[in-house]
C-alpha cells in the first residue's frame, strides 16, 4: 500500500500569513493527490484535485503543487475561516489513502 | 442540489450487527462509484472500500476486508454498510462520500457516529 506522510502535523499561524503543507507519498503517484479540509465535527469538503485543480467554489487563495511522489498546499493570507485540519489523499490502482492530517491552529 | 444523506447515529453494544445507510440525490447515483471512510475520535481519515452502484462492482481496503460489508440498492439509490458482529473498536464517525473522475471524493454525507458499548 502506498503510505502518505503530511508534515507539520501541526501548524500554528496568524490571519494573513502564507501557509504551506507538504504531503509525501511513498512512491510515485503521478499527479493522483486531492486535498481536503476538515473542521470540528463536520465532513470533509475537496478543496484541491490532480494535485493542482482547484475544485469549484473554493477561494483561490488556496493553492496545490507537485507531481510524482512530493505536494504542497498553500494557502496565500489565511483567513479566520482556514484553521482546520487538511489531509492528502492518493489514489492509486482502486486503492485511496489519506495523510495523517496537518491542524492549522490559530497563533 | 446534489447529496449524500446518511442514516441517523447509533449506539450498540459488542456484538450485535449493524447496517448503516447513505443515500443519494441531485445526480445519477447508478454512474458514480460510493466510497466509505472511517474517522476514530481524534484520528485521521481511512478509506474502508468503494461500491459502483451501476454494477454493484465492490473494492475493500486490505485493513477492512472481511470486516464489513458494502452494498447498493439502485431503486432507492442508497448505499449501505453493514457489520456481522461489532467489536468496541467499531465505535467512529463514518462517512460516504461520492467518488469523481476515478481518484477524488467531491461529495460527502454529514456522517454517521457509530458508538458501540457495553
Known amino acids: 500500500d502506498i503510505q502518505m506522510t503530511q508534515s507539520p502535523s501541526t501548524l500554528s499561524a496568524s490571519v494573513g500569513d502564507r501557509v504551506t503543507i507538504t504531503c509525501r507519498a511513498s512512491q510515485s503517484i503521478r499527479n493522483w493527490l486531492a486535498w481536503y479540509q476538515q473542521k470540528p465535527g463536520k465532513a470533509p469538503k475537496l478543496l484541491i484535485y490532480k494535485a493542482s485543480s482547484l475544485q469549484s467554489g473554493v477561494p483561490s487563495r488556496f493553492s496545490g503543487s507537485g507531481s510524482g511522489a512530493e505536494f504542497t498546499l498553500t494557502i496565500t493570507s489565511l483567513q479566520p475561516d482556514d484553521f482546520a485540519t487538511y489531509y492528502c489523499q492518493q489514489y492509486n490502482s482502486y486503492s485511496w489513502t489519506f495523510g495523517q492530517g496537518t491542524k492549522v491552529e490559530i497563533k | 442540489e446534489v447529496q449524500l444523506v446518511q442514516s441517523g447515529a447509533e449506539v450498540k453494544k459488542p456484538g450485535e450487527s449493524l447496517k448503516i445507510s447513505c443515500k443519494g440525490s441531485g445526480y445519477s447515483f447508478s454512474n458514480y462509484w460510493i466510497g466509505w471512510v472511517r474517522q476514530m475520535p481524534g484520528k485521521g481519515l481511512e478509506w474502508m472500500a468503494i461500491i459502483y452502484p451501476g454494477e454493484s462492482d465492490t473494492r475493500y481496503s486490505p485493513s477492512f476486508q472481511g470486516q464489513v460489508t458494502i452494498s447498493v440498492d439502485k431503486s432507492i439509490s442508497t448505499a449501505f454498510l453493514q457489520w456481522s458482529s461489532l467489536k468496541a473498536s467499531d465505535t467512529a464517525m463514518y462517512y460516504c462520500?461520492?467518488?469523481?473522475?476515478?481518484?477524488?471524493?467531491?461529495?460527502w454525507g454529514q456522517g454517521t457516529l457509530v458508538t458501540v458499548s457495553s
Open positions: 462520500a461520492r467518488q469523481r473522475d476515478g481518484s477524488l471524493f467531491d461529495i
